[in-house]
């Protein structure tokens, strides 16, 4: 009982991790039509700012705020720089360019911070257990990413549903000349959309970082994952992405959890517990190819043209 | 058509340094250049497949380095449970890739653009994670191939020159399939859903049949790149279809040139060379190729035969 709560509440927190990475994925997607690969590289960067800055300013909160701050900075001048010139382009353009990219980021962190990870130290008083029923504790550092998250996705639906700038967002996704004819800076709103997506890349990654370690590659696999849920979810929508991402968080950890013991019923030990990793990683795949042969534009097609 | 280009003439320039390559490395003594370039040979083996599916036929595949797992393992896991003859490795890897293309390529055609693109993905990294849970052929860490191909006297897979000919003729077999391929009746009709897939179920072609078939053919030819990579390897592990495998491989698709016959060869020439030349001046060649990669995205339209052939116009 004890672990099937705990393994529940994993997986909550590891969607709603997710959700963070597949939100501005997909806000990306949807609105500017760019297929970005270097999203899971903002992930990976919010991660290690946050535990270089932890670590010069001796406080974990005040790092992850310089971090998260750093991150948009980034994401924005990504945007500038490289990204903005490939809007409107061929998808498979956008795959070769953020890949490239994807090569850049993962040298420079070598060359930066070295190839040896880096870890990000908890404070004390997030590693205290917290009483969540009677007699189940839970870590408060995953109870404070849940929070985190569940406000984060709030604050992303209010803000792109009632509000002037999420009506514009909304707007440039549906008709971007018809909303630069109405005098809109619609390359503005773009690289804010941009720097948002990047920022919550970057707050993903530097709320996973205690957890596992930081390390060059690490926003890789789990950019596969993101991609999985935006087309689970259907590209561009947010709520989709939201369901798909619990989905996906509850296959994945769950999987992880318990098949080990459902396969030893009928392998042997070893082989059980090498073959369980791979058949939950491989659900998820399993799900996607599911959900696209029976509705091919996603569980939630966002609502275009 | 002009009898001679600029595209014409380097292509034929580095098919002769292909064909002499070991002669080169004979009189110069220099024998990592033919490991180098039996690599190079054979992936853009691969690249050409790829070329098949993604210039001529529109279908942009994110997963096509599964079939050089597949090949791959098939030779692999073929010798280790003691079956070394080449005329039972090579077909089985072809037939597995082809039975595995036929069934994610009917699944997969039923989407199209980027859900096409993730959906190969996903299928690829299904294979990959399958692959990882093989305890007996070595799971993560992959598997040793101990015994090249056996071809009972008929060309030994262990001599490197031979070995060397071997890959490039399967090369040049495939170039001239996908010649044939794209200027015969069913190429054109692939070409044309390419350009416009309504007009063409409008005129009475059924579009998923002959996608679906060009699919196939196009994961056959890059299950033999596998089979060829176990035995220069002499290793296999999931890592040989890994994402970013596939990565590369559109890249050199991309870089030579999409929709020509020779662009994804000189497009894999190009691009291992980089690498191999980038690694050898600076231990972070990435920080060079990742940017390099985005500037040729944005200004080098058409890959290195589109600029060839600008440069024959100019």
Redesign the interface.
């Known amino acids: 009982m004890l672990l099937v709560v705990e393994q529940f509440l994993n997986g909550l927190q590891f969607g709603l991790l997710l959700f963070l990475l597949a939100a501005g994925l997909t806000l990306v997607f949807g609105i500017m039509d760019l297929v970005n690969l270097a999203h899971g590289s903002l992930y990976m960067m919010g991660a290690y700012f946050a535990a270089t800055f932890a670590a010069w300013s001796g406080s974990f909160l005040l790092g992850a705020l310089l971090a998260l701050g750093a991150t948009l900075v980034l994401g924005i001048v990504l945007e500038i720089s490289a990204l903005r010139h490939l809007y409107g382009r061929d998808h498979l353009d956008h795959v070769l360019a953020t890949f490239g990219l994807i090569l850049f980021f993962n040298e420079a962190v070598r060359l930066i911070w070295g190839p040896a990870g880096l870890a990000l130290p908890l404070p004390a008083w997030l590693t205290v257990p917290v009483p969540i029923l009677p007699g189940i504790h839970y870590p408060a550092y995953r109870l404070a990413i849940i929070v985190v998250a569940l406000l984060v996705a709030l604050l992303l639906y209010l803000g792109v549903m009632r509000t002037r700038i999420g009506m514009l967002i909304r707007a440039g996704a549906s008709n971007r000349e018809m909303i630069g004819a109405l005098g809109i800076n619609i390359k503005l709103l773009y690289t804010l959309v941009f720097g948002l997506g990047a920022a919550l890349a970057g707050l993903a990654g530097m709320m996973q970082a205690p957890i596992l370690t930081v390390q060059i590659g690490m926003g890789e696999n789990i950019l596969i994952l993101a991609f999985v849920i935006i087309v689970i979810g259907g590209i561009g929508s947010i709520r989709g992405a939201f369901l798909a991402a619990i989905f996906v968080g509850m296959i994945d950890t769950l999987g992880r959890a318990f098949l080990p013991n459902l396969l030893r019923q009928v392998l042997s030990g070893a082989a059980a517990s090498t073959a369980a990793p791979a058949l939950s990683s491989m659900l998820i795949y399993l799900l996607m190819a599911i959900v696209l042969v029976v509705r091919p534009e996603g569980l939630f097609p966002a609502n275009r043209r | 058509m002009k009898a001679f280009t600029v595209s014409k003439a380097v292509t034929a320039l580095m098919l002769a340094g292909l064909l002499l390559l070991p002669l080169y490395s004979y009189l110069s003594g220099n024998i990592f250049i033919m490991t180098l370039f039996t690599r190079i040979v054979i992936l853009a083996l691969a690249a050409a497949s790829l070329n098949l599916i ?1 210039g001529f036929g529109g279908m ?1 595949s ?1 997963g096509h380095a599964v079939y050089l797992g597949i090949g791959g393992y098939a030779v692999g896991m073929l010798a280790q449970e003691g079956t070394g003859s080449g005329f039972i490795q090579f077909p089985v890897a072809l037939a597995a890739s082809a039975i595995y293309a036929l069934v994610i390529g009917a ?2 055609l ?6 096409f ?3 190969t ?3 690829a ?2 294979a990959y ?2 692959a ?2 093989l ?1 007996r052929y070595g ?1 993560d860490d992959g598997l040793t191939v101990y015994k090249r191909s056996d071809f009972s006297g008929l060309i030994n897979l262990s001599n490197r020159t031979q070995f060397y000919y071997l890959c490039l003729a399967c090369l040049f077999a495939v170039i001239f399939l996908i010649w044939r391929i794209v200027n015969s009746r069913f190429g054109l009709v692939v070409q044309g859903l390419r350009s416009n897939e309504q007009r063409m179920q409008a005129i009475g072609f059924p579009a998923k049949r002959y996608q679906l078939v060009c699919f196939v053919i196009s994961g056959t030819m890059c299950g033999l790149a596998g089979a060829l990579l176990a035995n220069n390897t002499d290793f296999v592990s999931p890592a040989m279809m890994y ?2 495998r596939s ?1 590369d491989l ?2 050199m698709v ?1 870089l030579g040139g999409m929709g020509t016959l020779f662009g994804p060869v000189m497009g894999a020439v190009v691009y291992l060379l980089l690498e191999e030349f980038l690694s050898q001046i600076t231990e ?4 060079i ?6 500037l ?3 200004f080098g339209r058409g890959g290195i035969m589109g600029l060839l052939g600008r440069l024959n116009r100019g």
Request: net charge positive; aromatic share 16%.
């Open positions: 993604m942009m994110f699944l997969s039923r989407t199209r653009g980027v859900y693109i993730m959906i993905l996903a299928f990294q299904m994670y399958v990882s849970g305890a799971g994402w970013t990565g559109m890249v991309i972070y060649w990435a920080l190729m990742g940017p390099l990669l985005l040729i995205v944005l």
